[in-house]
């Protein structure tokens, strides 16, 4: 089988995509208050593009999707799609990112379309913070998600928590006590530069600060073993006296460039080879020619082109929404 590997010898076989670049929520740390300007419904990939894009994706090796926004559950029908995805490609793990706003509606079915893992961005659980940081958002229906999600026996639930100073680093006992109660496992994402009008230096918490900062009394133990995804960019501790287990995502501090071994694709169809890097590569007209050929060659261009880190480009100022995380 082909295989998608760069000249650093990284080889890529996970891609997230993104449905939709609108969201329910304005997170304070993804995007500014009034929003980013929306593409319109042509301007986005169809279902039916994005099938074709997986099949092509598959045969060049990649054996996991992502599913990301924006908010990936406003785009309506997505979980049908996954479900037809999941039948048509049986062998490729289907995950999902999600703030969980929409969960309670959709937990069933996702269940039913048999998704591998879903991730739930939560960053307090207290409701007035939660409102502040979301601007939009209220944590009922949330923890409602959650709970659906619990109760519908979907599989790997993680709780992704983005630790910001000031907001929620004295939190971490909180929400580690949360994940636990629930059946989740905890990931403390490190702050991350995407765009300089929200990025906040001063909020930034590093990967070891946050490892000095974690709640328990034993020590927390660095683990290889449990939770630790062949492809995943956390570090998974385990706190010997609790038992407690906790990732940390260093994406700043200790970038995983090296072992890199993502790409992805915006809603309305390009392909970013490095989160950080702004150089896109159109691929919607040639999915819409349905020439999997063309395609492929294209793929294998941009990839050729992934930079070995991050440090090597320039950031540009796109908002996480519009790049799914
Ligand atoms: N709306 C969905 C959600 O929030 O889970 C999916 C898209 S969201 C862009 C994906 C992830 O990116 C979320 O976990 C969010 O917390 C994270 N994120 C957004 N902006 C970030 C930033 N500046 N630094 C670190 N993580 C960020
Ligand atoms: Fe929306 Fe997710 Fe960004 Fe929050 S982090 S604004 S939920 S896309």
New binding site residues.
Partial sequence: MAELIDQYGRRLNYLRISVTDR?NFR?T??MPAEGVPCLSHEEILRYEDIKFLCRVFTELGVVKFRF?????LVRKGLVPFLKELREELPGIKIAL???ASLLGEYAGALAQAKIDSL?I?LDTLDPEKFASVTRTGKIEAVLAGIRAAGKAGIKNIKL?T?LVRGFNDHEICELLKFARENGLLLRL?E??P?EDG??DKSAYISGEEILSMLPGGGKWEKTFTEHKDADGPAEYYRNEKSGDRIGIITAVSNHFCKNCNRLRISAEGSLRSCLFNPRETALKEIIRMRDPAALREAILRAVSEKPRCWNDVKTGSLH??GI??
Avoid: A, K
């Avoid at 990301?68 to 990936?72: I, K």
């Fill in positions: 969201c997170c740390y993804c990301t926004g924006g908010e990936p990112t999600t703030n991730n961005s992704n983005v994402i702050f991350m995407i929200i990025w996480m929404s799914g995380g």
